[in-house]
């Protein structure tokens, strides 16, 4: 499935391309997040017994520590859920930070399979790390990753040579390591393909105000995007959400003292598939204000440090876009 042909896939390239234009003027406010598990499986040989092992390599996509949350994997009979099992994973085991693309970092699992009937096995991930983030699909978090194992072919004999054979092993030798290949290649892989974006040249204009008593987030969306949510969760407790069409803009108003922020979730839906990030927005009180002894005037704009809040708010909607169409896991089974 190429993203680039998708409205999200030109949605994504957008924000990511005004996302570089304030990079060089921007001091980020906050880093835009992009938690999520990575999971590859393999399958060994089916024993005499029809026993077979499945083993995941679990990895982590983001630059903070994570530990397991839920990991359960499921037996399937074609198509039919037979059981479905805990994995144990010790609770002081840490998924390293970005450990996705580094095998020997990652965590691995193993599943004993011993019903000869079970045709694939599917491990679902959901990890917490360590800033309070966990991919449980819960209040516009992401979803569980989940990987699927197929049962493999019977294991091949070993062979018992001949008093000839015994006398030349190197021709042995060289089926043994052909065969290893071709045994690899017969177990298919769920690991996902990795498209490359190109940058688009439109804006996504971010709002943000701060004078010295409010605090203003939102966004004005592009005709060609997609409906974005944002939801904002208050250091005061409070909770708002607002649903941005293309073409449209929205904001909410805070009141707002020194010390006080914004968390700011985004979420965007397509074709079923809602996936959201968040970015934490701190209120930095106009350098003009008169610290409340009176007589000061409001400051709104890039005076109030627009261009840096705004940064930070753009990279919650490029974040979560971008990391949707670069690392969008989209997996079809039989």
């Known amino acids: 499935m190429n993203l680039l042909k998708t409205k999200l896939g030109r949605t994504s390239a957008v924000i990511a391309g005004s996302i570089i234009g304030l990079a060089g003027v921007a001091v980020f ?8 598990p990575t999971v590859k499986g393999e399958s060994s040989c089916v024993a005499d017994s029809g ?20 990991i359960t994997v499921t037996e399937y009979k074609k198509g039919t859920a037979l059981d479905t099992k805990t994995v144990e994973i010790p609770a002081d085991t840490v998924f390293k930070p970005n450990s996705s693309n580094n095998i020997d970092e990652q965590v691995m699992a193993e599943t004993k399979v011993t019903n000869k009937d079970v045709t694939k096995v599917e491990i679902k991930v959901v ?56 045994e690899t290649a017969s177990t298919p892989s769920d690991t996902p393909t990795t498209p490359d974006i190109p ?32 939801d904002y969760d208050t250091s005061k407790g409070e909770h708002r959400t607002l649903t941005v069409k293309p073409g449209a803009e929205g904001s909410e108003k ?5 010390g006080f922020w914004v968390k700011l979730t985004l979420t965007a839906t397509i074709n079923g598939e809602t996936q959201s990030d968040f970015v934490k927005v ?34 919650a909607a490029g974040g979560v876009l971008f990391v949707m169409a670069r690392r969008r896991k989209v997996k079809f089974t039989a």
């Open 29 to 36: 406010a906050s880093p835009a997040s992009a938690h999520a």
């Open 51 to 70: 026993e077979w092992t499945a083993t995941w390599h679990i990895g982590n996509d983001y630059n903070n520590p994570a530990h397991a949350s839920s």
């Open 127 to 182: 990890l917490l790390w360590e800033d309070g983030y966990t991919n449980d699909g819960k209040y516009g978090h992401g979803k569980p990753v989940t990987a699927t194992t197929r049962k493999g072919d019977a294991c091949k004999p070993n062979p018992t040579p001949s008093d000839s054979q015994s006398a030349s092993p190197s021709p042995s030798a060289s089926e043994s390591s052909s065969a290893t290949p071709s």
């Open 199 to 230: 940058v688009a040249p439109s804006d996504v204009t971010p709002i943000l105000v701060q004078d010295c008593t409010t605090m203003t987030l939102g966004l004005k969306n592009p005709a060609d995007s997609i409906p974005l949510k944002l």
């Open 254 to 258: 805070f009141s707002a003292v020194p």
């Open 282 to 315: 701190d209120y930095q009180k106009p350098a003009n204000c008169d610290n409340g002894e009176g007589g000061g005037l409001p400051v709104t704009g890039a005076a109030a440090g627009g261009i840096a809040g705004g940064a930070a708010v753009l990279l």
